[in-house]
Protein backbone atom coordinates (compact mmCIF):
# COMPACT_ATOMS: atom_id res chain seq x y z
CA UNK A 1 0.00 0.00 0.00
CA UNK A 2 2.88 2.60 0.90
CA UNK A 3 4.86 1.32 -2.31
CA UNK A 4 1.46 1.95 -4.17
CA UNK A 5 1.17 5.97 -2.85
CA UNK A 6 4.69 6.38 -3.51
CA UNK A 7 3.81 5.84 -7.15
CA UNK A 8 1.16 7.75 -6.96
CA UNK A 9 2.85 10.82 -5.33
CA UNK A 10 5.34 10.53 -7.79
CA UNK A 11 3.05 10.04 -10.78
CA UNK A 12 1.41 13.22 -10.15
CA UNK A 13 4.63 15.30 -9.14
CA UNK A 14 5.81 14.01 -13.04
CA UNK A 15 2.20 15.43 -14.50
CA UNK A 16 2.24 18.40 -12.36
CA UNK A 17 5.90 19.38 -13.78
CA UNK A 18 4.67 18.43 -17.23
CA UNK A 19 2.10 20.39 -16.86
CA UNK A 20 3.82 23.68 -15.35
CA UNK A 21 6.41 23.36 -17.88
CA UNK A 22 3.09 23.29 -20.58
CA UNK A 23 2.17 25.88 -19.40
CA UNK A 24 4.54 27.85 -19.46
CA UNK A 25 5.58 27.12 -22.90
CA UNK A 26 1.96 27.57 -23.85
CA UNK A 27 2.20 31.07 -22.42
CA UNK A 28 5.27 32.16 -23.87
CA UNK A 29 3.68 30.70 -27.17
CA UNK A 30 0.39 32.84 -26.93
CA UNK A 31 2.33 35.57 -25.68
CA UNK A 32 4.55 35.31 -29.04
CA UNK A 33 1.73 35.17 -30.91
CA UNK A 34 -0.52 38.02 -29.65
CA UNK A 35 2.70 39.45 -30.03
CA UNK A 36 3.12 38.69 -33.73
CA UNK A 37 -0.68 39.53 -34.75
CA UNK A 38 0.12 42.82 -32.83
CA UNK A 39 3.05 43.72 -34.64
CA UNK A 40 1.69 42.69 -38.27
CA UNK A 41 -1.42 44.17 -37.63
CA UNK A 42 0.45 47.41 -36.94
CA UNK A 43 2.85 46.98 -40.04
CA UNK A 44 -0.45 46.72 -42.37
CA UNK A 45 -1.96 49.75 -40.70
CA UNK A 46 0.89 52.13 -41.06
CA UNK A 47 1.12 50.93 -44.94
CA UNK A 48 -2.48 51.70 -44.89
CA UNK A 49 -2.51 54.95 -43.58
CA UNK A 50 0.89 56.17 -45.76
CA UNK A 51 -0.47 54.88 -49.01
CA UNK A 52 -4.11 57.05 -48.54
CA UNK A 53 -1.44 60.29 -46.88
CA UNK A 54 0.86 59.97 -49.94
CA UNK A 55 -1.98 60.00 -52.75
CA UNK A 56 -4.06 62.45 -51.47
CA UNK A 57 -0.83 64.81 -50.41
CA UNK A 58 0.06 64.12 -54.04
CA UNK A 59 -3.45 64.49 -55.41
CA UNK A 60 -3.75 67.95 -53.64
CA UNK A 61 -0.17 69.47 -54.51
CA UNK A 62 -0.79 69.92 -58.05
CA UNK A 63 -3.99 72.30 -56.97
CA UNK A 64 -2.58 74.48 -54.15
CA UNK A 65 -1.76 78.26 -55.21
CA UNK A 66 -1.25 80.30 -51.99
CA UNK A 67 0.12 79.11 -48.83
CA UNK A 68 -2.63 78.27 -46.15
CA UNK A 69 -5.50 78.40 -48.53
CA UNK A 70 -7.39 75.65 -49.63
CA UNK A 71 -8.99 75.89 -53.49
CA UNK A 72 -12.35 75.27 -53.86
CA UNK A 73 -11.29 72.47 -56.11
CA UNK A 74 -9.84 70.35 -53.37
CA UNK A 75 -13.76 69.37 -52.95
CA UNK A 76 -13.04 67.10 -55.73
CA UNK A 77 -11.23 64.94 -53.20
CA UNK A 78 -12.73 65.52 -49.86
CA UNK A 79 -16.36 66.58 -51.06
CA UNK A 80 -17.17 66.38 -46.96
CA UNK A 81 -14.35 68.89 -46.36
CA UNK A 82 -15.06 71.89 -43.33
CA UNK A 83 -13.50 74.98 -42.97
CA UNK A 84 -12.32 75.98 -39.67
CA UNK A 85 -14.87 78.21 -38.50
CA UNK A 86 -16.44 78.19 -41.53
CA UNK A 87 -19.58 76.41 -43.24
CA UNK A 88 -18.27 73.06 -45.00
CA UNK A 89 -17.84 73.89 -48.51
CA UNK A 90 -20.03 71.10 -49.61
CA UNK A 91 -21.78 68.90 -47.75
CA UNK A 92 -20.88 64.89 -48.90
CA UNK A 93 -23.49 63.26 -50.47
CA UNK A 94 -23.65 59.54 -49.69
CA UNK A 95 -24.25 58.63 -53.52
CA UNK A 96 -21.61 60.90 -54.64
CA UNK A 97 -18.19 58.35 -55.21
CA UNK A 98 -14.80 60.41 -55.07
CA UNK A 99 -10.88 59.81 -55.65
CA UNK A 100 -10.06 58.67 -51.36
CA UNK A 101 -13.18 56.81 -50.72
CA UNK A 102 -11.39 55.50 -47.72
CA UNK A 103 -11.62 59.11 -46.04
CA UNK A 104 -15.34 58.84 -46.05
CA UNK A 105 -15.35 55.85 -43.87
CA UNK A 106 -16.19 56.33 -40.40
CA UNK A 107 -12.73 55.73 -38.74
CA UNK A 108 -10.37 58.25 -40.94
CA UNK A 109 -10.22 61.80 -40.77
CA UNK A 110 -8.01 64.63 -42.53
CA UNK A 111 -6.81 67.82 -41.14
CA UNK A 112 -5.01 70.74 -42.79
CA UNK A 113 -2.67 73.36 -40.62
CA UNK A 114 -1.14 76.52 -41.80
CA UNK A 115 2.86 77.36 -41.87
CA UNK A 116 2.37 78.85 -38.44
CA UNK A 117 0.53 75.49 -36.96
CA UNK A 118 -3.42 76.72 -37.37
CA UNK A 119 -5.65 74.43 -37.83
CA UNK A 120 -7.18 74.93 -41.47
CA UNK A 121 -9.95 72.28 -42.25
CA UNK A 122 -10.73 69.06 -41.57
CA UNK A 123 -12.43 66.10 -43.24
CA UNK A 124 -13.82 62.64 -42.97
CA UNK A 125 -14.57 61.62 -39.15
CA UNK A 126 -12.62 64.10 -37.03
CA UNK A 127 -12.87 63.12 -33.08
CA UNK A 128 -14.23 66.12 -31.50
CA UNK A 129 -11.99 65.57 -28.48
CA UNK A 130 -8.79 65.13 -30.53
CA UNK A 131 -6.05 68.55 -30.06
CA UNK A 132 -5.76 70.99 -32.41
CA UNK A 133 -2.13 71.63 -31.87
CA UNK A 134 0.30 70.99 -34.61
CA UNK A 135 2.56 68.44 -33.73
CA UNK A 136 5.61 67.66 -36.47
CA UNK A 137 6.49 64.27 -36.03
CA UNK A 138 5.90 61.87 -38.89
CA UNK A 139 4.10 59.18 -36.95
CA UNK A 140 1.63 60.04 -33.73
CA UNK A 141 -0.92 57.79 -31.38
CA UNK A 142 -3.24 60.63 -30.05
CA UNK A 143 -5.60 60.03 -27.22
CA UNK A 144 -8.69 62.42 -27.12
CA UNK A 145 -10.77 63.36 -24.14
CA UNK A 146 -12.72 60.10 -24.27
CA UNK A 147 -9.54 57.73 -24.26
CA UNK A 148 -9.65 56.52 -27.45
CA UNK A 149 -6.69 56.07 -29.43
CA UNK A 150 -5.87 57.42 -33.14
CA UNK A 151 -2.59 56.89 -35.33
CA UNK A 152 -1.76 59.79 -37.57
CA UNK A 153 0.55 60.41 -40.05
CA UNK A 154 1.93 64.29 -40.93
CA UNK A 155 3.65 65.51 -44.46
CA UNK A 156 4.49 68.83 -45.40
CA UNK A 157 2.33 70.60 -48.26
CA UNK A 158 3.51 72.74 -50.96
CA UNK A 159 2.00 75.26 -53.58
CA UNK A 160 2.46 74.68 -57.19
CA UNK A 161 5.28 76.64 -57.22
CA UNK A 162 6.93 75.12 -54.42
CA UNK A 163 6.62 77.63 -51.78
CA UNK A 164 5.64 76.11 -48.51
CA UNK A 165 2.11 75.53 -48.20
CA UNK A 166 1.78 74.18 -44.67
CA UNK A 167 0.96 70.48 -43.41
CA UNK A 168 -1.54 67.64 -44.49
CA UNK A 169 -2.04 64.87 -41.53
CA UNK A 170 -4.37 61.46 -42.24
CA UNK A 171 -5.06 59.25 -39.59
CA UNK A 172 -7.53 57.08 -38.15
CA UNK A 173 -9.04 55.55 -34.89
CA UNK A 174 -7.89 52.61 -33.77
CA UNK A 175 -11.40 51.44 -32.23
CA UNK A 176 -11.40 48.42 -35.06
CA UNK A 177 -7.68 47.31 -34.38
CA UNK A 178 -8.10 47.44 -30.59
CA UNK A 179 -11.09 45.17 -30.72
CA UNK A 180 -9.13 43.27 -33.34
CA UNK A 181 -6.32 42.66 -30.43
CA UNK A 182 -9.30 42.44 -27.42
CA UNK A 183 -11.04 39.45 -29.61
CA UNK A 184 -7.60 37.85 -29.69
CA UNK A 185 -6.48 38.22 -25.99
CA UNK A 186 -9.50 36.80 -25.07
CA UNK A 187 -9.43 33.63 -27.52
CA UNK A 188 -5.76 33.17 -26.10
CA UNK A 189 -7.13 34.26 -22.37
CA UNK A 190 -9.68 31.27 -22.76
CA UNK A 191 -7.98 28.94 -24.58
CA UNK A 192 -5.21 28.57 -22.20
CA UNK A 193 -7.12 27.68 -19.92
CA UNK A 194 -8.65 24.46 -21.75
CA UNK A 195 -5.75 23.65 -22.88
CA UNK A 196 -4.23 23.30 -19.47
CA UNK A 197 -7.12 20.56 -18.80
CA UNK A 198 -5.99 18.92 -22.19
CA UNK A 199 -2.62 19.07 -20.70
CA UNK A 200 -3.48 18.36 -17.48
CA UNK A 201 -5.31 14.88 -18.61
CA UNK A 202 -2.73 13.78 -21.01
CA UNK A 203 -0.07 14.73 -18.63
CA UNK A 204 -1.39 12.41 -16.45
CA UNK A 205 -1.86 10.07 -18.47
CA UNK A 206 1.78 10.17 -19.52
CA UNK A 207 3.01 9.93 -16.54
CA UNK A 208 1.43 6.98 -16.07
CA UNK A 209 3.13 5.54 -19.00
CA UNK A 210 6.50 6.59 -18.06
CA UNK A 211 5.97 5.25 -14.39
CA UNK A 212 4.73 2.11 -15.60
CA UNK A 213 8.27 -0.05 -16.71
CA UNK A 214 9.98 1.57 -13.47
CA UNK A 215 6.98 0.05 -11.62
CA UNK A 216 6.73 -3.09 -13.57
CA UNK A 217 10.35 -3.11 -12.56
CA UNK A 218 9.99 -2.32 -8.70
CA UNK A 219 7.57 -5.81 -9.30
CA UNK A 220 10.04 -7.60 -10.59
CA UNK A 221 12.69 -7.01 -8.19
CA UNK A 222 10.19 -7.16 -5.15
CA UNK A 223 9.00 -10.47 -6.09
CA UNK A 224 12.87 -11.38 -7.18
CA UNK A 225 13.68 -10.02 -3.49
CA UNK A 226 10.86 -12.65 -1.94
CA UNK A 227 11.77 -15.73 -4.40
CA UNK A 228 15.22 -14.96 -3.15
CA UNK A 229 14.44 -15.10 0.34
CA UNK A 230 12.66 -17.92 0.10
CA UNK A 231 15.13 -19.85 -1.78
CA UNK A 232 17.76 -18.52 1.19
CA UNK A 233 15.71 -19.32 3.98
CA UNK A 234 14.88 -23.52 2.94
CA UNK A 235 18.04 -24.36 3.59
CA UNK A 236 18.93 -21.86 6.57
CA UNK A 237 15.95 -23.25 8.05
CA UNK A 238 17.47 -27.20 6.97
CA UNK A 239 20.38 -26.32 8.39
CA UNK A 240 18.99 -24.51 11.85
CA UNK A 241 16.87 -27.30 12.73
CA UNK A 242 19.71 -29.78 12.23
CA UNK A 243 21.81 -28.15 14.48
CA UNK A 244 19.15 -27.45 16.93
CA UNK A 245 18.31 -30.98 17.30
CA UNK A 246 21.67 -31.75 17.39
CA UNK A 247 22.06 -29.90 20.70
CA UNK A 248 19.17 -31.22 22.19
CA UNK A 249 20.57 -34.57 22.35
CA UNK A 250 23.25 -35.18 25.29
CA UNK A 251 25.57 -37.25 23.19
CA UNK A 252 26.49 -38.37 19.89
CA UNK A 253 28.13 -40.82 18.31
CA UNK A 254 30.57 -40.60 15.56
CA UNK A 255 27.93 -42.05 13.10
CA UNK A 256 25.20 -39.62 13.82
CA UNK A 257 27.96 -36.57 14.21
CA UNK A 258 29.12 -37.65 10.39
CA UNK A 259 25.54 -37.69 9.05
CA UNK A 260 24.82 -34.03 10.77
CA UNK A 261 27.80 -32.52 9.14
CA UNK A 262 26.78 -34.42 5.82
CA UNK A 263 23.30 -32.73 5.73
CA UNK A 264 24.92 -29.41 6.74
CA UNK A 265 27.57 -29.81 4.13
CA UNK A 266 24.49 -30.52 1.31
CA UNK A 267 22.84 -27.38 2.59
CA UNK A 268 26.18 -25.54 3.06
CA UNK A 269 26.31 -26.46 -1.13
CA UNK A 270 23.21 -25.19 -1.93
CA UNK A 271 23.23 -21.98 -0.27
CA UNK A 272 26.55 -22.01 -1.77
CA UNK A 273 25.02 -22.44 -5.55
CA UNK A 274 22.68 -20.19 -5.14
CA UNK A 275 24.59 -17.62 -4.02
CA UNK A 276 27.06 -18.23 -6.97
CA UNK A 277 24.55 -18.36 -9.61
CA UNK A 278 22.94 -14.78 -8.23
CA UNK A 279 26.67 -13.36 -8.71
CA UNK A 280 26.40 -14.71 -11.78
CA UNK A 281 23.48 -12.89 -13.18
CA UNK A 282 24.57 -9.57 -11.10
CA UNK A 283 27.75 -9.26 -13.28
CA UNK A 284 26.49 -10.81 -16.43
CA UNK A 285 23.85 -7.89 -16.10
CA UNK A 286 26.66 -5.72 -14.75
CA UNK A 287 29.35 -5.98 -18.07
CA UNK A 288 29.89 -8.07 -20.92
CA UNK A 289 31.98 -11.37 -20.68
CA UNK A 290 35.47 -10.16 -20.26
CA UNK A 291 37.64 -12.60 -21.44
CA UNK A 292 37.01 -14.21 -24.99
CA UNK A 293 38.40 -16.63 -26.92
CA UNK A 294 38.21 -19.06 -29.94
CA UNK A 295 35.50 -22.13 -28.42
CA UNK A 296 35.16 -25.35 -30.29
CA UNK A 297 31.41 -26.37 -30.09
CA UNK A 298 31.32 -30.10 -31.70
CA UNK A 299 34.07 -31.18 -28.80
CA UNK A 300 31.92 -28.96 -26.15
CA UNK A 301 28.75 -30.89 -26.78
CA UNK A 302 30.54 -34.14 -27.15
CA UNK A 303 32.25 -33.84 -23.98
CA UNK A 304 28.54 -32.55 -22.47
CA UNK A 305 27.00 -35.39 -23.80
CA UNK A 306 29.65 -38.10 -22.13
CA UNK A 307 29.50 -36.14 -18.97
CA UNK A 308 25.74 -36.55 -18.58
CA UNK A 309 25.25 -39.86 -19.84
CA UNK A 310 25.47 -41.82 -16.43
CA UNK A 311 22.53 -39.05 -15.30
CA UNK A 312 20.55 -39.78 -17.99
CA UNK A 313 20.99 -43.71 -17.61
CA UNK A 314 19.82 -43.09 -14.21
CA UNK A 315 17.28 -41.16 -15.64
CA UNK A 316 16.39 -43.92 -18.04
CA UNK A 317 16.75 -41.17 -20.62
CA UNK A 318 18.31 -41.52 -23.80
CA UNK A 319 21.18 -38.65 -24.60
CA UNK A 320 22.59 -38.11 -28.00
CA UNK A 321 23.95 -35.93 -30.22
CA UNK A 322 23.92 -35.12 -34.06
CA UNK A 323 26.84 -32.61 -35.18
CA UNK A 324 25.51 -31.28 -39.29
CA UNK A 325 29.27 -29.58 -39.27
CA UNK A 326 31.69 -31.52 -41.59
CA UNK A 327 34.59 -29.16 -39.76
CA UNK A 328 35.09 -28.23 -36.38
CA UNK A 329 32.62 -24.92 -35.32
CA UNK A 330 34.49 -22.74 -33.57
CA UNK A 331 33.10 -18.84 -31.71
CA UNK A 332 34.45 -16.64 -30.17
CA UNK A 333 33.46 -16.54 -26.53
CA UNK A 334 34.05 -17.48 -22.84
CA UNK A 335 34.30 -21.35 -22.85
CA UNK A 336 33.23 -21.51 -19.02
CA UNK A 337 30.03 -19.42 -19.43
CA UNK A 338 29.15 -21.63 -22.82
CA UNK A 339 29.47 -24.62 -21.20
CA UNK A 340 27.17 -23.69 -18.46
CA UNK A 341 24.64 -22.58 -21.41
CA UNK A 342 24.74 -25.87 -22.72
CA UNK A 343 24.27 -27.47 -19.41
CA UNK A 344 22.02 -25.71 -18.06
CA UNK A 345 19.78 -26.74 -20.90
CA UNK A 346 20.66 -30.28 -20.59
CA UNK A 347 20.00 -30.37 -17.04
CA UNK A 348 16.91 -28.42 -17.51
CA UNK A 349 15.70 -31.35 -20.46
CA UNK A 350 16.91 -34.03 -17.79
CA UNK A 351 14.38 -32.98 -15.28
CA UNK A 352 11.42 -32.54 -17.31
CA UNK A 353 11.56 -35.57 -19.54
CA UNK A 354 9.88 -38.95 -18.03
CA UNK A 355 11.29 -42.18 -18.39
CA UNK A 356 12.09 -43.54 -21.94
CA UNK A 357 12.46 -40.22 -22.74
CA UNK A 358 14.95 -39.09 -25.26
CA UNK A 359 16.80 -35.73 -25.54
CA UNK A 360 18.97 -34.78 -28.59
CA UNK A 361 21.47 -32.06 -29.12
CA UNK A 362 21.83 -30.48 -31.91
CA UNK A 363 24.91 -28.98 -33.75
CA UNK A 364 24.51 -26.79 -37.04
CA UNK A 365 25.14 -23.65 -38.72
CA UNK A 366 23.97 -21.06 -40.83
CA UNK A 367 25.89 -17.95 -42.90
CA UNK A 368 26.63 -15.79 -39.80
CA UNK A 369 25.86 -18.31 -36.78
CA UNK A 370 26.12 -21.28 -35.25
CA UNK A 371 22.99 -23.03 -34.07
CA UNK A 372 22.85 -25.47 -31.39
CA UNK A 373 19.15 -27.02 -30.24
CA UNK A 374 18.53 -29.07 -27.52
CA UNK A 375 15.39 -31.02 -28.03
CA UNK A 376 13.27 -33.18 -25.53
CA UNK A 377 10.36 -35.37 -25.38
CA UNK A 378 9.33 -34.31 -22.09
CA UNK A 379 6.28 -32.84 -20.54
CA UNK A 380 5.92 -29.84 -22.58
CA UNK A 381 5.45 -26.04 -21.75
CA UNK A 382 2.07 -24.46 -21.62
CA UNK A 383 1.61 -21.64 -24.47
CA UNK A 384 0.81 -19.06 -21.53
CA UNK A 385 3.81 -19.84 -19.78
CA UNK A 386 6.40 -19.81 -22.83
CA UNK A 387 7.01 -15.64 -22.28
CA UNK A 388 7.83 -16.21 -18.70
CA UNK A 389 10.19 -19.45 -18.82
CA UNK A 390 13.69 -17.11 -18.52
CA UNK A 391 12.46 -14.84 -15.93
CA UNK A 392 14.25 -15.54 -12.60
CA UNK A 393 13.06 -18.00 -9.55
CA UNK A 394 10.24 -18.56 -11.83
CA UNK A 395 8.76 -22.07 -12.61
CA UNK A 396 5.90 -23.19 -14.31
CA UNK A 397 5.22 -25.52 -11.46
CA UNK A 398 5.05 -23.01 -8.63
CA UNK A 399 4.99 -25.83 -5.84
CA UNK A 400 8.70 -25.65 -4.90
CA UNK A 401 8.47 -28.93 -2.92
CA UNK A 402 8.30 -30.67 -6.61
CA UNK A 403 10.68 -33.46 -7.11
CA UNK A 404 12.65 -31.86 -9.90
CA UNK A 405 13.96 -28.99 -7.26
CA UNK A 406 16.20 -26.53 -8.71
CA UNK A 407 15.62 -22.78 -8.07
CA UNK A 408 14.21 -21.46 -10.93
CA UNK A 409 17.40 -19.54 -12.16
CA UNK A 410 19.39 -22.50 -14.88
CA UNK A 411 17.47 -20.61 -17.97
CA UNK A 412 17.20 -17.06 -16.39
CA UNK A 413 21.90 -18.05 -16.22
CA UNK A 414 21.34 -19.32 -19.92
CA UNK A 415 19.65 -16.53 -21.02
CA UNK A 416 22.05 -13.59 -19.81
CA UNK A 417 25.19 -15.77 -21.14
CA UNK A 418 23.27 -15.81 -24.78
CA UNK A 419 22.76 -12.27 -24.50
CA UNK A 420 26.37 -11.43 -23.31
CA UNK A 421 27.73 -12.94 -26.45
CA UNK A 422 25.38 -11.02 -28.70
CA UNK A 423 23.02 -14.15 -29.62
CA UNK A 424 19.69 -15.38 -28.72
CA UNK A 425 17.74 -18.27 -27.20
CA UNK A 426 14.34 -18.99 -27.87
CA UNK A 427 12.16 -21.68 -27.52
CA UNK A 428 9.43 -23.81 -28.95
CA UNK A 429 7.30 -26.30 -27.56
CA UNK A 430 3.98 -28.58 -27.38
CA UNK A 431 2.29 -29.59 -24.08
CA UNK A 432 2.72 -33.39 -23.85
CA UNK A 433 5.19 -33.79 -26.28
CA UNK A 434 8.43 -31.75 -25.78
CA UNK A 435 10.31 -28.77 -25.79
CA UNK A 436 13.43 -27.50 -28.23
CA UNK A 437 15.66 -24.76 -27.25
CA UNK A 438 17.51 -22.99 -30.01
CA UNK A 439 20.71 -20.84 -29.16
CA UNK A 440 22.07 -18.66 -31.52
CA UNK A 441 25.38 -17.63 -31.68
CA UNK A 442 27.72 -14.97 -33.81
CA UNK A 443 31.06 -16.41 -34.91
CA UNK A 444 32.98 -13.53 -34.69
CA UNK A 445 31.57 -10.35 -33.13
CA UNK A 446 33.21 -7.50 -33.72
CA UNK A 447 31.72 -4.02 -32.57
CA UNK A 448 29.76 -3.24 -36.29
CA UNK A 449 28.95 -7.10 -36.00
CA UNK A 450 27.61 -6.83 -32.86
CA UNK A 451 25.35 -4.02 -33.62
CA UNK A 452 23.86 -5.69 -36.99
CA UNK A 453 23.91 -9.51 -35.44
CA UNK A 454 21.41 -7.80 -32.85
CA UNK A 455 18.70 -6.89 -35.81
CA UNK A 456 19.49 -9.70 -37.64
CA UNK A 457 18.76 -12.11 -34.71
CA UNK A 458 15.74 -10.08 -33.41
CA UNK A 459 14.52 -10.96 -36.91
CA UNK A 460 15.23 -14.68 -36.67
CA UNK A 461 13.33 -14.67 -33.18
CA UNK A 462 10.25 -14.09 -34.69
CA UNK A 463 10.38 -16.88 -37.17
CA UNK A 464 12.03 -19.56 -35.15
CA UNK A 465 11.77 -22.83 -36.85
CA UNK A 466 13.74 -25.97 -36.69
CA UNK A 467 17.67 -27.17 -38.64
CA UNK A 468 17.36 -29.84 -40.56
Known amino acids: MNQNKLFQRTR ?59 EPVIQEFLPNICMVGDKCIQKHSPSKRHTLSAINQSYYYVRFFDNSGRLVAIAGSHPEGLSPVLKKQLWQTLKD ?43 LALGLPMAMVIVGVASWWLAGLAMQPIYQSYRQIQQFTADAAHELRTPLAATGA ?64 EEFAAIAIASHLKLTSVIRVDQPLNIIGHSEQLYRLISNLIINAIQYTPKGGKITIVLDRTEHYAVIQVEDTGIGIPQTELGRIFD ?27 QAHHGNLNVQSELGKGSTFTILLPFDLTPFEGVRSIYRLKWLSRRPRKFQ
Not at 407 to 416: E, N, P, W
Open 12 to 70: LRLALSYALVMALILSLCGFGVYKAVSHAHWITLDREIESIAGTLHDSIELKLKQPGSL
Open 145 to 187: RDGKLYHQISFVLHTQDNRNWGYIQVGRSLEDFIGYLDAVKLI
Open 242 to 305: TVESVLMIPQLDETEVRETLQTIQRQNLRLTTLVADLLLLARLDRQPIPVRHECCLDEMISDLV
Open 392 to 418: RFYRVNSDRSRSTGGSGLGLAIAQAIV
